[in-house]
């Protein structure tokens, strides 16, 4: 590999990012598994001082079993270089047990070309860094998954949603076959939902408010969708079976929706 496979402390103020239980809590049984999500804003936990922006990682346990715990690591503004970097996979493979599930998802802030410390390019170093989470999870005895970046809302003058990541949509999904990793293809689902909306209508999944015009980031109704699109995937590609989702055709409340306070700077 061309990446270099070095150990970086997490710096005190990155703390374990919050974990997130199906609804309900209940006692772990033999059969208790957690998914780990490493990624970025668009999946990320947020807190009251960012609402209504939700990621979609905050939906996804409503979809899921409570025996399925999820243990959201995503954070905001990190590529899959930067994660790596600042220790937040160390941090991540050293929670993760055997059974569990490690889903990956970037290409957002991969993308940045003008800045090194997260850029990385689609077909040689964003490769190699999601090698380093597929090798990660599997010398723990943990299911690795990737997930091609969801769409930002972008329209073309005739009305037509327009992909946004570039190469890195088919350089994931090139190293899923190598590796045989399972793949969620949420880039070209999410894209494909946007179409049916309309541009128009991809307003209400946004965060669009009075003050502000968000094409990335979602709002509850968006991150719900998302996190729905999700839950199908991992049980289309046979990562879950029917015994772990729910909740996959029905009608989830946005105030099921909650931004606790923040306890300590990502």
């Not at 936990?45 to 609402?51: E, I, L, S, Y």
């Not at 990385?120 to 299911?143: F, I, K, M, N």
């Not at 190469?167 to 894209?191: F, G, I, T, W």
Request: hydrophobic share 40%; charged share 20%.
């Amino acid at each position: 590999m061309s990446l270099t496979r070095r150990q970086v402390t997490v710096a005190a103020a990155a703390a374990v990012p919050l974990a997130l239980s199906g609804i309900g809590t209940a006692e772990a049984s033999q059969s208790h598994r957690t998914l780990f999500i490493a990624g970025d804003s668009t999946a990320a936990q947020k807190f009251a001082d960012a609402a209504p922006e939700t990621g979609w990682g905050m939906a996804l346990p409503f979809f899921l079993h409570k025996r399925l715990s999820v243990s959201n690591h995503a954070v905001n503004g990190r590529s899959s270089k930067s994660f790596v970097d600042e220790g937040r996979l160390d941090v991540v493979l050293a929670a993760i047990r055997p059974g569990d599930l490690l889903l990956i998802q970037f290409a957002h802030n991969d993308e940045k070309d003008t800045d090194p410390t997260r850029y990385t390019e689609p077909w040689s170093t964003y490769q190699d860094h999601l090698r380093l989470y597929v090798d990660g999870a599997r010398a723990r005895g943990a299911r690795p998954v990737f997930a091609t970046a969801v769409e930002r809302r972008r329209f073309d003058a005739g009305g037509n949603a327009l992909p946004t990541h570039g190469d890195y949509p088919a350089a994931m999904r090139a190293l899923a076959r190598e590796e045989r990793v399972a793949l969620l293809d949420l880039q070209a689902l999410s894209l494909a939902l946007w179409q049916e909306l309309g541009a128009e209508g991809t307003k209400t999944y946004f965060n669009w408010t009075a003050t502000e015009q968000d094409n990335t980031h979602f709002n509850p109704p968006g991150a719900i969708a998302v996190a729905r699109l999700a839950a199908r995937e991992l049980l289309r590609t046979r990562v879950l079976n029917a015994r772990d989702v729910c909740r996959l055709n029905e009608e989830i409340p946005e105030s099921w929706i909650t931004w606790p306070q923040a306890t300590a700077t990502a």
